[in-house]
């Protein structure tokens, strides 16, 4: 294995993102494209917010991801009676001592699966926010850092309303990306049928692909990837069409600048490529900018979508030539 320190080439980096995919796709069978995005995200080090229905496999992606990439995974259920400190620890008394001594809550992880997030309260939302930025927990006055890598995976159903909490603009904008699953097609729901009766059991055994310390390794190599200055420049032009867009009230900030970037860099390793192209800025701007949009009135009334709006600036922005130059 590679220790934090060393460094990987880009295509080693790329073969092991391969495997961990691989290793993934045995029990989440045909949602090549979720799978991609989440790893994008996870090597680079950003947050994901995954929104579908119920029964599409959205515990069991985080679930596989862990174990692939050998990560400590924590799983919390979102509840509406639950407190910030169920999250993030409480100092408690020690008897021997006398005093107060911090316990870590379940966000001290490598990897934490925040189920249903928007069915707790604003307050709970919260307690997540300044670990998912800072990577770092403050309870009483004192920071705890976090494990190093440090991933959400937030989901919720996008359909289901009651009890809920919506998550305030300021938390959706902390997530790298949002993706949805979907259903699978005919084939591969057979394909899950089949393994299901042939396996015996509802539990798969996945074998880890990589650790930690190569995952940190794949993450500087996305680091490297070089960002040509007119594929730059495109990336802030979608993003300032966003703000001028007529059925948008509210468009997407500098970090969503830097989330398309850094989304585009981790497409461009798993490719094998040193060097992002417009494509690779093209196939992650939806995931990372719908869900920074705040849309008119008028486009709620006529079901105009962020997503649509976004896939509509990708026709209408002059796209830079696909060769680098250096």
Do not use: C
């Not at 920074?292 to 830079?320: F, N």
């Amino acid at each position: 294995m590679v220790t934090a320190d060393e460094r990987i080439t880009v295509d080693e980096a790329a073969g092991a993102a391969e495997a961990v995919l691989r290793e993934v796709g045995r029990a989440v069978i045909g949602k090549d494209k979720a799978l991609e995005l989440l790893l994008m995200a996870l090597l680079a080090d950003g947050h994901v917010l995954i929104e579908d229905f119920p029964g599409l496999a959205k515990t069991l992606m985080a679930r596989s991801f862990s174990v692939a990439t050998g990560l400590d995974f924590a799983r919390v259920q979102f509840t509406p009676d639950q407190m910030p400190m169920d999250i993030t620890g409480a100092p408690v008394l020690d008897p021997s001592s006398s005093d107060f001594l911090f316990r870590p809550g379940p966000i001290f992880t490598n990897l934490l699966l925040a189920d249903e997030i928007n069915r707790a309260p604003a307050k709970t939302q919260a307690a997540l926010l300044e670990a998912m930025q800072e990577r770092q927990v403050t309870v009483d006055g004192v920071s705890h850092p976090v494990p190093r890598p440090f991933l959400v995976i937030a989901t919720q159903n996008p359909i289901e309303y009651e009890g809920t909490y919506p998550l305030p603009e300021a938390q959706l904008d902390r997530f790298l990306v949002r993706i949805g699953v979907g259903y699978p097609t005919s084939d591969a729901e057979w394909e899950i049928i089949r393994e299901r009766a042939d396996r015996g059991t509802d539990d798969i055994e996945l074998n880890p692909a990589i650790d930690g310390d190569r995952l940190r390794a794949m993450q500087d190599a996305v680091e490297r990837i070089h960002l040509e200055e007119d594929v730059g420049r495109y990336i802030v032009s979608l993003v300032a069409a966003t703000r001028a867009h007529e059925q948008v009230l509210v468009g997407a900030s500098p970090r969503g600048s830097l989330a398309i970037m850094k989304m585009a860099r981790a497409r461009a390793l798993l490719a094998g490529q040193d060097f992002v192209t417009p494509d690779d800025v093209k196939a992650v701007a939806e995931p990372a900018l719908s869900h920074r949009l705040i849309l008119r009135p008028e486009a709620w009334v006529r079901d105009v979508t962020a997503s649509e709006i976004v896939d509509g600036l990708l026709d209408t922005v002059p796209t830079p030539p696909t060769a680098p130059r250096r």
